[in-house]
């Protein structure tokens, strides 16, 4: 059996850690270890997080000495990682019970380097808003759009040697992905609905003006691509998001 590191940056989130992390502690697989990385210069939600850590020996509690963001947050709990499958989890999403049961078969069985599965999108009170049904993505696919949600992720170890999360506050997993498609690998979609996505109106995922802000440096600063080719990558992604949206 193959031990999955489940990432976890913590940021302010104590309304729905428990939840998150009994999502995990519940799955049907259980040959995996939890690493939070407390992500806050603030520890008042530090006591939280350490009886929380109590539960289960597999939790791993690693504390960052200021705040350096989700993706590189991630960095630092995959180079402290021990497992063969990488898997990704914000502190507000939610699993279905063998979701790691299933997409880990589904990838060995299939010889896959990543995978991500359909989810739901929730509110604050777990109320179901929207569905995403997952599709088999490519680079020019997510240069288009990204259709990936991040918690759904899962990747083989070795993949994350080649590139890691970057410093932007948001789409640092969108930079991700599109660095490894370019490189050739696929995201293989697992179509069911297993995992939930927290919408949360006060969250810089939330937030117009910073994606804008980051999809630009994504494109130019990151990716290297002229002001103009930025401009109309930017103009496209956000077409396919409002698009996305209005007809979901």
Known sequence: MNLVSIIIPYYRKKTFILETINSVLKQSYKYFEIIIVYDDQDKSDLTLIENIKKKDNRIKLLLNDKNLGAGL???IGIKNSMGSFIAFLDADDLWHYNKLE????????NDYFISHTSYVIIDCNDKVLKK???????????I???DVGLSSVI???DV?????FSDLKTKEDYLLWLKL?????????LKENLTFWRKSKNSLSSSISRKLFDGYNLYHKHLGNSFLKSLFLLLRLSFYYLWKNIKS
């Open 73 to 75: 947050s991630r960095n």
């Open 102 to 109: 299933k997409q880990i078969t589904y990838m060995m069985k």
């Open 132 to 142: 995403r049904t997952s599709k088999d993505l490519n680079y020019d696919d997510l």
């Open 144 to 146: 288009k759009s990204c």
């Open 155 to 157: 990747i083989e170890r």
């Open 160 to 164: 994350l040697k080649e590139e890691q």
């Open 181 to 189: 498609a370019k490189k050739g690998y696929i995201f293989h979609a």
